[in-house]
């Protein structure tokens, strides 16, 4: 594939830069799970060349001025193409109570046994015996049939060959918020990388939401962890030799996008352990930390009161505008207060309906008509650093990555611990469209009142100067200037 620089009219630029785009995905997206369980790789494959395949596969090539041609061998023999079979029965032995209570629904978190995940892989995987047909049961929406369909097609043509055992992984990295932060474009943007695996969907909102059925079906943790099925069969196939050891690692590996997972805690008062409190004790990081205590975080942060203004432009469904917006944020901002007067800040900040008070001193309830404590970034991230590591979380700046996009992503790989980008993959990402931009007509309808940002901005400004102690980190001074 050869890079094109250009030095042509705009419209004829921007073709050529999709081409770019496009063909690294298509030869990107070509990979193992696409070839035959019996093929067999050339050994005596040229220096820097591809295994001969049968077409052309983007893949990390093994060269022999780095490894000899025994150690091929033995990578090929032991390792890499399927479980073996010892392996996979004392995996199977030491996870059969997580796996057995993994299937049930609303099941308790906190009870579940401890997962034990391969050693050798980047990402937290393990062994799991499977049935044929092992999709029968789960719940899937249309746009999954088709995934669903290949994949039972895979797993009943492994078991055909008698092969038991599956590879079931889950997200080494968590892009945990907020909307309307550049989360999907950041997603999308990592995940041109090739070590990267993506999931069935970015944002499958299970720890916040499909659990307890909040979008018309309730998945178990084992439907949950489906969702990232084609990314463990990559992730199994990703065999390499480390120079240094000479033992076989595995560096591939998949995140979970799900915007909510920061701040929507929306059942919180049916958690274990919550029944019959003002405010919530055990919520998701808790949950989340009992499976992975070694998770990564990343959390994309933008200006709050510019978030809540793309946020209400986006997900409004009703006639909008600069005067209806004002309305709204004058009538949310007036009800938090009067929440928190009478009730613990944290509860009205889990809640999108909360008890409130009309003129007349009757207790009434609002139902948030934008998500004006969706900004109150210091609240959410306080009770996740009470559970995980502060080295572990990643904080960013929407704005910094309009600034310089590349350099960001740079220290993103730094923290999650992959490699760096080739100039090719560098030149990929540059000319990748932003995702989730701002609608045409939005864009029309104009920045909201100056007498709107102000009101926002006093209101968001204590919680950014407590964000800005929590974390000893300047960044978060936000000023909007419309």
């Known amino acids: 594939m050869q890079l094109h620089f250009c030095h ?14 496009e063909d690294y995905r298509r030869v990107r997206h070509r990979t193992a799970f696409d070839i035959p369980s019996n093929w067999d790789p050339d050994l005596n494959a040229t220096p820097d060349n591809n295994y001969s395949r049968g077409e052309e596969v983007w893949t990390d090539n093994f060269r022999r001025k780095d490894i000899n041609s025994t150690l091929l061998l033995n ?29 049930k629904k609303y099941v308790d978190i906190l009870k579940l046994p401890k997962i034990e995940f391969l050693p050798g892989y980047k990402n937290p995987c393990w062994v799991e015996a499977f049935k044929k047909d092992p999709y029968v049961n789960a719940a899937k929406t249309t746009s999954q049939r088709r995934y669903y369909q290949s994949m039972t ?155 809540l203004y793309s946020d209400y432009l986006f997900f409004s469904s009703a006639e909008k505008s600069a005067k209806d917006f004002h309305a709204k944020v004058v009538k949310a901002i007036d009800a938090f207060k009067t929440c928190t007067k009478h009730f613990p800040e944290r509860a009205c900040v889990y809640n999108s309906t909360f008890a409130t008070y009309d003129d007349g001193g009757e207790m009434t309830y609002y139902t948030e008509s934008v998500r004006l404590r969706i900004g109150l970034y210091v609240v959410f991230i306080r009770d996740w650093l009470a559970v995980f590591k502060k080295k572990q979380f990643m904080i960013i700046k929407l704005e910094e990555r309009s600034e ?65 102690e929590l974390l000893d980190d300047a960044r978060f001074n936000w000023t909007t200037h419309i």
């Open 8 to 21: 042509c009219r705009v419209l004829a630029c921007s073709d050529m830069n999709n081409q770019i785009v």
């Open 153 to 307: 097609e895979y797993y009943n043509h492994r078991y055909l060959q008698n092969i038991r055992f599956r590879l079931r992984c889950l997200p080494y990295y968590y892009i945990l918020g907020q909307p309307k932060c550049g989360t999907t474009d950041l997603y999308l943007k990592l995940n041109l990388h090739p070590d990267f695996e993506k999931g069935i969907v970015k944002e499958p909102h299970w720890w916040t939401r499909q659990r307890y059925g909040r979008n018309g079906w309730t998945q178990s943790l084992a439907e949950y962890v489906n969702v990232f099925d084609r990314a463990s069969v990559e992730i199994q196939r990703s065999s390499k030799i480390d120079n240094t050891t000479l033992q076989i690692v595995r560096n591939k590996i998949t995140g979970d996008a799900s915007a909510s997972t920061l701040w929507d805690n929306a059942h919180w008062d049916s958690y274990h352990g919550n029944a019959g409190r003002e405010d919530p004790f055990y919520l998701t990081p808790q949950f989340l930390h009992h499976l992975q205590p070694d998770a990564k975080f990343i959390v994309s942060l933008r200006n709050p009161t510019l978030r």
């Open 404 to 468: 310089n996009d590349k350099g960001v992503i740079e220290k993103i790989l730094d923290f999650l611990e992959m490699r760096q980008l080739t100039p090719l993959e560098e030149q990929v990402l540059a000319v990748q469209a932003h995702a989730n931009t701002r609608r045409k007509e939005d864009v029309e309808m104009g920045p909201m009142f100056e007498s709107t940002a102000k009101l926002l901005d006093d209101f968001y400004k204590p919680y950014n100067d407590q964000l800005i």
């Open 75 to 103: 990578l090929y023999k032991n390792s890499s193409r399927e479980i073996q079979e010892e392996v996979g029965i004392a995996q199977v032995k030491k996870n059969a109570n997580f796996t057995f209570m993994s299937h």
